[in-house]
């Protein structure tokens, strides 16, 4: 068996210690490696996908050894079908990322390529370091989902915080270092409370005989009913702030902003999900009694965040802090989809996690684009870009339909899912998240409307539309929307039987449909 | 009354990593006495070196011994040793600091002659001198030589002729500042002061002892421990004020007062020597002290230590947020380390033997080599230390403020650093010795120690160079191996610990 995991992990690695040494003087060629190894591991991601048997083990690609023996820690990877669709996101966004910010750290590389305007003094920033940990935050975010045993991914976990941190506070927009610290603290502190979880964990399985993080091993265990609330709100509150969930998501809109727009895009693609992951893996597997008890409590959690995000979403005048919110008010579906407990409302969240990756991240990057030609953030100082930039603007369109979940769109299907499968258990929850729906109709065509229609103004007459490169970063993901918008089969056949073993390890089944009018009555 | 007092049996095999060093420092003293002045200097370090190196080896030849000797007055088992290890390759790399002279001038950090008024033109004059008090070698060496004896001592008075030993040198070494001399001065006093007052309480401390036992050996406090209807009262005043000695030692609250002071006063090499070794030691103490002397009776005294140690973790944390100036940021956030690794101890299992053993050993080298760094940021009137002044380092010398960003992860406890394997350790020791609150607690103060360690890092990194900062020195291979070293260690250490953790349990046993 090909230990694709551990490969996966490394080439990243390799390429961003290949990076870092490439001399100062030639940052082009540290954009190519970062490019080329990027790609690689998008080939190596399928090559992968090709090989794993949706029908087969829960996890595949299994590789367990020895790493410390005296804390009882494995290094331990293997996917099931949720960790592998989420390794294949992380695989598509990186070589996109890289591609769509290939000037974003050196800014005059851009206008002596000869584009739009006078070149704007800006500080000088090391670009081999910008793609460095780019490169450094792939093999982490490929580690966090791989990882099965708890502490190796708690090491992700937490280590994956400090090259974005990194991202954030070198690269990012003028409020920077006020987003970076906000960032880490908040994960940080989180992190930390998990890390006492952990550690609780790990006392109580030996206290039944046999201390130990492999997550095979703990799920056959029953903890009591008090150490498993104590431990799952450890676990909980890391990952929902992580997601972010209400209130937990006072650091996203900051960060998101502030992010440059590669660093935004990974962020609420990807780390955001391992919060969301969470959940699915160890929040509900593990303490399956304090799951079921304290859903109703993240449930309206959940739908306060859909709401509340998507209210916020409209006062927003930053675009960056507006894509932001969006996301607030999507993360509480995905954590509705997950505290459901159907099949098709969890096969709907992990869904969603895919779509959301993609369809947010073509908006931070047409965002960013856009940024980068207006030089401002705020609605407020565009107006008939569309009348200049065609393409821009229908790039914009498309990501932005998608984000509101337009039919035809993957967002459709996944959001379509977790509103059927929450109805069957949480029918007021499910009724007010779809007004949600309609904030996010608000909130997307207002900005389109605001942004790409009316009159050109005088300032903006000359701007560029999209480049090839720009096309070329944005384009698989509109693609991959489209494709999954009308055939998610490949997506679901590898995640529902990854959501199946969930379900039963938390010992619940689906509502019979003739319970489905008695079905929030209904006591397990 | 008779008359034949038997002359104890001496093992030399298990005290020699001792001995070595004692008798490296008194050949020290002979050098300054006899050899020409222009010629010390390399004689010293050489001589310290090699002294330290030798007794490594001593420690290797006897890592199997397991012995009381001396009349039962010193204890060789797994836990000494392990300490005097780490305490001997520590002090090489403190003695390589010390010796460093090309950052400063041509003089190395201590001042050419102690006892001038600060300010004078003289003082001026000897600033900027290349001489330099060459006793602080010999003076190491003899606190070191102390160091290992602390936690060795099983015989109470022992252990205070050992704790005597140790800060004696330290007092004396933290008045030898080339620069900012009335500080350093005042860092000596306060230190001396200080110290003295809390020796005086331990020595009153174990006076009460030997009321209650009949002896200031430790195995025979915890016999007079398991018989009932001793005098209880003499056992936890005693053991309160023994107490107070040592965790002035160890710097917890409330007895932290003097760290900031001294930290900042100090020459730099000797606040590393000082945050690294002397801490290690006095845990060292610690541990023989309530594991083995009073082990049994750990129901007493584990309130009064949740107590400091919540004291010490909170107040480190908090305090250090405010702080401006690095040594002092480094001082409280090694007040709150105190506290992180007092879990450790309150765990009073082998695991948390094992676990503080291991969390002393990463902490020692990433101190060690954090303190170097500080060294080599300098201006025009010596290290810069203000916090304000290390803006936009990481732009000016990136490698220097990587290192520094490096370590202050380790410190916060970010995995993959030994600052986090270290913090495991001890946490999950202490969960499972039943202080999950305490390690609640150790968690949130760790988010809180993560905040200014953050703040460091945005201003090195996330802000402009000021004008006319400070220059980063380009360290000589002396104070390079220190930082190399101390790097090393907190890195591999941080990725694959189970040799180091091996070691440690393996240390773990103390005898009685």
Redesign the interface.
């Known amino acids: 068996m090909t230990p694709w995991l551990t490969i996966l992990g490394i080439v990243p690695l390799v390429g961003a210690v290949a990076v870092g040494a490439t001399p100062r003087r030639s940052p082009l060629l540290a954009k190519q490696i970062a490019l080329v190894t990027s790609l690689v591991v998008l080939l190596l991601t399928l090559a992968m996908c090709v090989d794993f048997e949706p029908k087969g083990d829960r996890f595949q690609f299994v590789q367990k050894h020895d790493w410390i023996s005296s804390f009882g820690v494995q290094y331990a990877v293997g996917a099931d079908g949720i960790a592998l669709v989420l390794i294949a996101l992380v695989a598509v966004l990186v070589p996109v990322v890289i591609l769509a910010s290939w000037y974003d750290a050196d800014p005059e590389a851009e206008s002596s390529a000869g584009t739009d305007g006078p070149p704007v003094p800006e500080r000088k920033r090391s670009v081999k370091t910008f793609f460095a940990l780019l490169l450094v935050l792939e093999t982490m975010m490929i580690g966090v989902f791989a990882a099965t045993d708890v502490f190796l991914f708690y090491v992700f976990f937490e280590a994956m915080l400090i090259p974005m941190y990194f991202l954030i506070g070198s690269y990012g927009g003028p409020k920077r270092s006020y987003a970076a610290v906000k960032f880490l603290l908040y994960s940080l502190f989180g992190g930390l409370l998990m890390l006492a979880a952990v550690i609780g964990l790990y006392v109580a399985s030996a206290r039944q005989g046999l201390g130990t993080f492999e997550f095979d091993k703990l799920t056959q265990m029953e903890f009591s009913h008090s150490t498993q609330v104590l431990l799952f709100l450890g676990f909980f509150i890391a990952f929902a702030i992580k997601a972010p969930l209400f209130p937990f998501h006072t650091w996203l809109p900051d960060a998101g902003a502030e992010a440059p727009i590669g660093g935004a895009v990974l962020l609420v693609g990807v780390l955001d999900k391992v919060g969301t992951f969470g959940f699915l893996r160890y929040c509900l597997p593990l303490f399956p009694w304090a799951a079921r008890e304290l859903a109703p409590l993240v449930i309206t959690l959940c739908v306060i965040g859909i709401l509340y995000g998507a209210l916020l979403a409209m006062g927003q005048k930053d675009l960056k802090r507006l894509v932001s919110y969006t996301s607030v008010a999507h993360f509480g579906f995905i954590g509705l989809g997950c505290f459901a407990f159907t099949t098709q409302a969890q096969t709907g969240a992990v869904l969603y996690m895919v779509n959301h990756g993609l369809s947010t991240g073509a908006l931070f990057l047409v965002v960013g684009f856009l940024v980068v030609r207006g030089r401002s953030r705020l609605v407020g100082d565009y107006s008939g870009i569309g009348q200049v930039a065609p393409v821009l603007s229908g790039v914009f369109l498309v990501a932005g339909l998608s984000s509101l979940a337009l039919p035809g769109l993957s967002t459709f299907v996944s959001e379509f899912l977790v509103l059927v499968g929450t109805y069957q258990r949480y029918q007021v929850a499910a009724i007010l998240a779809t007004v949600g729906i309609i904030f996010a109709a608000l909130y997307i065509l207002l900005m389109y409307q605001r942004t790409m229609q009316g009159t050109l103004s005088a300032a903006h007459e000359k701007m560029r539309d999209l480049r090839l490169r720009e096309v070329l970063a944005v384009g698989p993901l509109l693609a991959l929307m489209i494709v999954f918008g009308f055939y998610p089969k490949p997506l679901t056949d590898i995640i529902t039987p990854a959501v199946t073993h969930t379900m039963e390890d938390l010992g619940v089944q689906d509502p019979a449909p003739s319970q489905l009018n008695t079905a929030t009555t209904e006591k397990r | 009354m008779p008359t034949d007092i038997q002359a104890p049996e001496i093992l030399y095999g298990p005290l020699s990593p001792m001995l070595i060093v004692f008798a490296a420092a008194c050949i020290g003293v002979l050098v300054e006495a006899l050899a020409p002045a222009a010629r010390r200097r390399g004689i010293q370090v050489v001589l310290a070196v090699g002294g330290l190196l030798a007794a490594l080896v001593a420690i290797i030849v006897q890592r199997g011994a397991r012995t009381l000797t001396a009349g039962d007055a010193i204890a060789v088992d797994g836990p000494t040793l392990f300490i005097q290890g780490v305490l001997v390759v520590l002090g090489v790399l403190s003695i390589l600091l010390l010796a460093e002279r090309g950052l400063d001038g041509s003089g190395g950090a201590v001042v050419a002659r102690a006892s001038t008024t600060p300010g004078s033109r003289e003082d001026m004059r000897l600033a900027d001198s290349d001489a330099m008090q060459s006793e602080v070698f010999p003076l190491a060496m003899f606190s070191l030589g102390g160091m290992m004896l602390f936690p060795a001592s099983n015989n109470l008075l022992l252990m205070f002729v050992a704790l005597e030993t140790l800060s004696f040198p330290l007092y004396l070494m933290a008045g030898l500042a080339r620069r900012r001399r009335l500080l350093s001065q005042e860092a000596a006093v306060k230190y001396f002061l200080l110290g003295a007052f809390a020796s005086a309480f331990f020595i009153y401390g174990v006076a009460l002892l030997y009321g209650y036992a009949g002896s200031v050996d430790a195995g025979k406090i915890f016999d007079a421990t398991g018989d009932v209807g001793s005098n209880d009262v003499l056992l936890y005043l005693g053991l309160a004020m023994l107490a107070v000695g040592l965790l002035f030692k160890i710097g917890a609250v409330p007895f932290q007062a003097w760290t900031p002071d001294v930290y900042q006063g100090s020459p730099t090499p000797v606040t590393a020597l000082m945050a690294a070794c002397t801490k290690i030691a006095a845990f060292g103490a610690v541990l023989r002290v309530f594991y083995v002397a009073v082990g049994r009776d750990q129901w007493d005294w584990r309130p009064m230590m949740w107590a400091i140690a919540i004291l010490t973790m909170v107040v480190g944390a908090i305090l250090a947020v405010t702080q401006t100036d690095v040594k002092r940021m480094l001082a409280y956030s090694s007040v709150a380390h105190t506290g992180f690794i007092l879990i450790g101890v309150i765990a009073v299992s082998k695991a948390g033997l094992?676990g503080t053993l291991f969390y002393l050993a990463t902490y020692g080298f990433t101190t060690m080599a954090a303190f170097a760094i500080v060294t080599l940021v300098r201006d025009s009137s010596g290290e810069a230390t203000h916090l304000a002044q290390w803006t936009g380092l990481g732009?000016r010398s990136?490698l220097v403020a990587g290192v520094f960003a490096f370590l202050l992860?380790a410190f916060?406890?970010?995995?993959?650093t030994s600052g986090?394997?270290a913090k495991?350790?001890v946490?999950?020791a202490g969960?499972?010795g039943g202080a999950?609150v305490l390690?609640?607690v150790g968690?949130?103060a760790?988010?809180v120690t993560?905040?200014f360690y953050?703040?460091v890092?945005?201003l090195m990194?996330?802000?402009?160079p000021a004008a006319d900062g400070p220059t980063v020195a380009i360290p000589s291979a002396l104070t390079a191996t220190t930082i190399a070293l101390g790097l090393a260690v907190t890195i591999v250490l941080g990725v694959?610990?189970?040799p180091m953790?091996?070691l440690a349990?393996q240390a773990a046993l103390f005898i009685r």
């Open positions: 094992s732009r990136p992860f916060a406890g970010i995995p993959l986090f394997m495991f350790a946490f999950q969960t499972a999950g390690v609640v968690v949130v760790s988010a993560a905040f953050a703040r890092v945005v990194f996330f802000n402009e694959y610990p189970q953790l091996d349990d």
